[in-house]
């Protein structure tokens, strides 16, 4: 039986010809690969097919994080260059930042990205996160706008385009924040989630801010002393109301991406029993940091379904969808995916769960 707790355990061989480069043409121009949750059955789509798979009453629960323009670049006052990458916002002008070269960028060191925008580090914190304080001239999202870069992952061996700005972006962002893009939502286009609607499926909003974990791998053996770091989540009272109805109806609930999953199942409640007039509640409303790591032996509350993307071997999000699916099953679709050379990782092909 495999080890769940060794990192080894989730490696697995991919070609670097099949990590995705660029997105396609089109966003819902991409392959799905529908894994059967309790057979391990695989059969294969073209995303689009995605209206068949799902149902009349279906949840279809999205990540609506928008991805900032978080990557900058700048120099020194002794004219070093610098990048930043914005993970967090503290408050109007501080952030949690990863800082290149991080070894030689000392406390109070002084960056300056253009005339109007400059930062200062003001404090070193774990694993190479730095604080930096920035100093600007009018709007800092306007101006963020202006000098920053998408934060492309880094398999992405190119620098990031005019293009990426909507295209490592879903069409339902709204609230800006994250440092990466939920990317099981990239291959949605506004009409297919209108023909979604048309079907009967109803979608659900909840908010998590993408930050360190997206850029952190796992570097310990056992997976138990691996440290996730916080995030912002947030699920509105409307999203709560409609996933206790469609729970308590015995209806789907099916997660976009795994950052869905992360707020649902944090956000999830032990279901009391129902008096005369107590419904049970499986999911509560409201805002929190959550560091909730999923890996086989976790009991999912919430959610009776996902569309994920391919994921990196030996990541915490592989984890997560084995404890979902079961190891074998994920492995096996994996190997699948591998010898039909679908495409991997944020610009890649989807799988869904069901």
């Known amino acids: 039986m495999p080890d769940f707790h060794n990192k080894n355990t989730y490696n697995y061989r991919l070609p670097k010809e099949l990590i995705a480069q660029f997105p396609p043409q089109n966003r819902e121009n991409c392959r799905l690969l529908h894994l059967e949750r309790q057979s391990g059955q695989v059969t294969h789509h073209r995303f689009p097919a995605i209206e068949d798979l799902l149902l009349p009453g279906d949840v279809l629960v999205l990540n ?7 990557r900058l670049f700048g120099k020194k006052e002794s004219g070093g260059s610098v990048e930043v990458l914005l993970l967090r916002e503290l408050n109007n002008n501080s952030w949690e930042c990863l800082v290149k070269p991080g070894s030689k960028i000392k406390k109070d060191t002084r960056i300056i990205f253009s005339d109007e925008l400059q930062g200062t580090v003001s404090e070193h914190l774990e694993e190479g996160v730095r604080i930096v304080e920035f100093l600007y001239q009018g709007n800092f999202w306007k101006l963020l706008e202006k000098v920053g870069n998408m934060p492309l992952p880094p398999y992405i061996k190119r620098e990031a385009t005019v293009s990426d700005l909507s295209s490592y972006q879903t069409v339902y962002a709204s609230e800006r924040g994250s440092a990466a893009a939920p990317t099981a939502g990239l291959h949605f286009t506004s009409e297919l989630l209108q023909e979604l609607k048309k079907k009967g499926v109803i979608t659900a909003e ?107 071997p030996e990541s915490t999000l592989l984890m997560m969808v084995s404890a979902f699916a079961g190891y074998e099953k994920i492995m096996s679709a994996y190997q699948q995916a591998v010898e039909k050379q679908y495409r991997f990782f944020s610009y890649g092909d989807a799988m869904l769960i069901l």
Request: proline share 4%.
């Open 206 to 312: 909840v908010v998590l801010h993408i930050g360190l974990d997206t850029f952190r791998p796992v570097k310990v053996d056992n997976i138990l002393k691996h440290k996730m770091h916080c995030e912002f989540c947030r699920i509105p009272k409307e999203t709560a109301r409609t996933i206790n109805q469609a729970k308590q109806e015995k209806r789907r609930i099916i997660a976009v991406g795994t950052t869905t999953v992360r707020t649902l199942e944090s956000f999830a409640e032990n279901v009391n029993q129902a008096s005369d007039n107590t419904e049970p509640s499986f999911i509560r409303e409201g805002s929190q940091e959550t560091d909730i790591f999923i890996y086989p032996g976790f009991e999912f509350k919430v959610i009776d379904g996902l569309l994920t993307n391919f994921h990196l």
């Open 64 to 70: 609506t994080s928008k991805v900032i323009p978080a």
